[in-house]
């Protein structure tokens, strides 16, 4: 069973910046895609950026948001800058091979003063 684990979230003050790192159970290189996708209570889970196994990036917001891999540690990131209270969100890492997909816990994102 594939396991993905979050971390690096926490508080924040506006303008400020995380990186989030996701670490898969296995080689990475194994799924299709791997990606990054938040939620507010209340809301739909949001698409934030994602890469594939070819390299190809899609980001929601690439001006503010950077997702990144690094294979030999089985760890993909989101490093995030300028935050805003808008982003404060729990953060779930997802990995996808065709329709199967797995899913980490969340990290919880808050961006307050």
């Known amino acids: 069973q594939v396991q993905l684990v979050e971390s690096g979230g926490g508080l924040v003050q506006p303008g400020g910046s995380l990186k989030l790192s996701c670490t898969a159970s296995?080689?990475?290189?194994?799924?299709?895609?791997m990606a990054w996708y938040r939620q507010v209570p209340g809301k739909e889970r949001e698409f934030v950026a994602s890469?594939?196994?070819?390299?190809r990036i899609d980001e929601a917001d690439s001006e503010r948001f950077t997702i990144s891999r690094d294979g030999a540690k089985r760890t993909v990131y989101l490093n995030m800058i300028d935050l805003k209270p808008e982003d404060s969100a729990v953060y779930y890492c997802?990995?996808?091979?065709?329709?199967?997909?797995?899913w980490g816990q969340g990290t919880q994102v808050t961006v307050s003063s």
């Open positions: 997802r990995a996808n091979i065709l329709s199967r997909q797995w």
């Open positions: 296995e080689n990475i290189f194994n799924f299709n895609s």
């Open positions: 890469i594939n196994v070819g390299g």
